[in-house]
Antibody, heavy 121, light 110 residues
Framework: QVQLVEFGGGVVQPGMSLRLSCEGSGFMFRRQGMHWVRQAPGKGLEWVAMIWFDGSDRQNADSVKGRFTISRDNSKNTVYLQMNSLRAEDTAVYYC??????????????WGQGTLVTVSS | QSALTQPASVSGSPGQSIAISCTGTGSDVGSYNLVSWYQQHPGKAPKVIIYEGSKRPSGVSDRFSGSKSGNTASLIVSGLQADDEADYYCCSYVGGNTWVFGGGTKLTVL
C-alpha cells in the first residue's frame, strides 16, 4: 500500500520544540525528494521545507528559516521536521509530500494525512 | 516568497466551465513553466490535478486543463460536476529549490 504517514503532532508552548516524522511505504522513498507543507486552521497551503532524495540539498521557507530543519533517513523511509522556537503562528496541520520529478520540474504526488501542531500557552 | 494571488472564490452551475487565475511575478510564475494545481476537499489532503502548467497526471479527468500567460497561470474546469466543489491551490517553483503556493480558491458548484 502506497502511503505516507505523519507522526509527532501535538500541543506545545511557545518557544518549545517538536519533531515531526513521516514514514513512507509502498514506493521508492529513497528516490524522491520530500517536502513539508502546512495549513493553518481555515487557511491555505504554505510550503515549508524540502530535502533532495539523497539529502544533499535542503531548503526552508523564509517564515521558518533558522528555526525548522528538515532531514531524512532513507534506511527507515522517513523524513523529519525538527521545529524549534515554535510560535503561535506555526499552529497548523503539517503534511509531508513526496515530489515526483527532477529537482524543480514535477509535482507533489503523494501526501500524508497530516498531523496537527498547536502552539499555545 | 510572497503567496501567489488567487481569487477567494468562484462559482458555476453544473455543466458550465470556470477559470481560476493564479498571479505571480516575473520571479516565479513568469520565470518558470512549473506551476502545479491541487484540489483539496474538506478534511482531506490535497491532490494534484495539473503540473508543469498544463500536464495532467494519469487518472485525472481531461475536464481539468491549465495554461499560462506572462505572470498568470490559469486552471480551467469544464463540464462542472458536483464533486468539483473544493478548494484549489496553485503552486509555483520560485528558484533555489523553493516553492510557493497561492492563497487558494473555493469553487462552489451551484
Amino acid at each position: 500500500q502506497v502511503q505516507l504517514v505523519e507522526f509527532g503532532g501535538g500541543v506545545v508552548q511557545p518557544g518549545m520544540s517538536l519533531r515531526l516524522s513521516c514514514e513512507g511505504s509502498g514506493f521508492m522513498f529513497r528516490r524522491q525528494g520530500m517536502h513539508w507543507v502546512r495549513q493553518a486552521p481555515g487557511k491555505g497551503l504554505e510550503w515549508v521545507a524540502m530535502i533532495w532524495f539523497d539529502g544533499s540539498d535542503r531548503q526552508n521557507a523564509d517564515s521558518v528559516k533558522g528555526r525548522f530543519t528538515i532531514s531524512r533517513d532513507n534506511s527507515k523511509n522517513t523524513v523529519y521536521l525538527q521545529m524549534n522556537s515554535l510560535r503561535a503562528e506555526d499552529t497548523a496541520v503539517y503534511y509531508c509530500a513526496s515530489f515526483l520529478g527532477d529537482n524543480s520540474a514535477g509535482y507533489f504526488d503523494r501526501w500524508g494525512q497530516g498531523t496537527l501542531v498547536t502552539v499555545s500557552s | 516568497q510572497s503567496a501567489l494571488t488567487q481569487p477567494a472564490s468562484v462559482s458555476g452551475s453544473p455543466g458550465q466551465s470556470i477559470a481560476i487565475s493564479c498571479t505571480g511575478t516575473g520571479s516565479d510564475v513568469g520565470s518558470y513553466n512549473l506551476v502545479s494545481w491541487y484540489q483539496q476537499h474538506p478534511g482531506k489532503a490535497p491532490k494534484v490535478i495539473i503540473y508543469e502548467g498544463s500536464k495532467r497526471p494519469s487518472g485525472v479527468s481531461d475536464r481539468f486543463s491549465g495554461s499560462k500567460s506572462g505572470n498568470t497561470a490559469s486552471l480551467i474546469v469544464s463540464g462542472l460536476q458536483a464533486d468539483d466543489e473544493a478548494d484549489y491551490y496553485c503552486c509555483s517553483y520560485v528558484g533555489g529549490n523553493t516553492w510557493v503556493f497561492g492563497g487558494g480558491t473555493k469553487l462552489t458548484v451551484l
